[in-house]
């Protein structure tokens, strides 16, 4: 039997086996001339592959650097196109400038959430503050809850939004935390008269919980 664990690596796997066969053959034409002709045949066929990248600028040439990939840079024919070098393609990528892990103070919420706490704590004292306040501290209840569905207190994110603002932020203890949505006024699903009663019941407990904060 003739398994692919016991054939050669494809060089380039989307061309196939059988374009990969014939690269291989090319090297067995002593031939200059028609050992040229056959890169060009090969060329058409590897083309024919991919019809619908013709119109990309450069295709022709991607093709043939293609073909000196897949003949593992040990070709001697005549290109069109300047023969490319092995290190070309062995280029390192840039280095990423990522944040450095030390200026996120607490990491599990990432550095996301510290910097709108930053961006609130600069806000004026006032009914926006307080909704952002709770908005943020909602979601990292919910955050939170997601890796640690027992271990989360309201009183633990009341302490973690106050190290994350130096102490510029401070809820009131009686300020109680859901995972549900919050938002301004009334919404679309409250307008039957049960799910309005709720709504409104909801909105009390919000401007309860946005006086608190703002007279804290």
């Known amino acids: 039997m003739d398994y692919n664990t016991q054939r050669n690596k494809l060089a380039l796997p989307e061309y196939g086996r059988h374009i990969q066969r014939m690269v291989e053959y090319l090297h067995t034409i002593s031939d200059r001339e028609k050992r040229n002709e056959q890169a ?14 013709r119109d990309i600028n450069d295709f022709k040439h991607k093709l043939w ?3 000196f990939i897949i003949a593992d840079f040990d070709l ?11 290190i070309t393609f062995q280029e390192k990528p840039r280095h990423v400038p990522y944040t450095s892990p030390d200026t996120i103070e607490i990491k ?12 609130i704590a600069a806000l004026p004292q006032g009914e926006k503050r307080s909704y952002s306040i709770m908005a943020v501290a909602n ?3 919910k955050a939170y809850l997601t890796w640690n569905k027992e271990s989360v207190s309201d009183d633990m994110i009341y302490k973690d939004i106050e190290r994350l603002t130096r102490g510029q ?3 009131n203890d009686s300020t109680r935390l859901s995972v549900g949505n919050y938002g301004y006024g009334n919404n679309s699903s409250n307008s039957s008269s049960g799910s309005g009663s ?4 909801r909105q009390k ?4 919980q946005r006086r608190r904060i703002t007279n804290k």
């Open 65 to 67: 650097d293609h073909l």
């Open 169 to 171: 932020i401070v809820m």
């Open 139 to 141: 979601h990292m209840k």
């Open 205 to 208: 407990r919000m401007l309860q």
């Open 40 to 53: 060009l045949a090969v060329i058409g066929v590897m083309g024919s592959l991919f019809p619908y990248l």
């Open 108 to 119: 599990h919420y990432g550095r996301g959430v510290q910097d709108m706490l930053e961006n």
């Open 198 to 201: 709720s709504g409104q019941n």
């Open 76 to 86: 001697d024919i005549d290109s069109p196109y300047p023969k490319p070098e092995p």
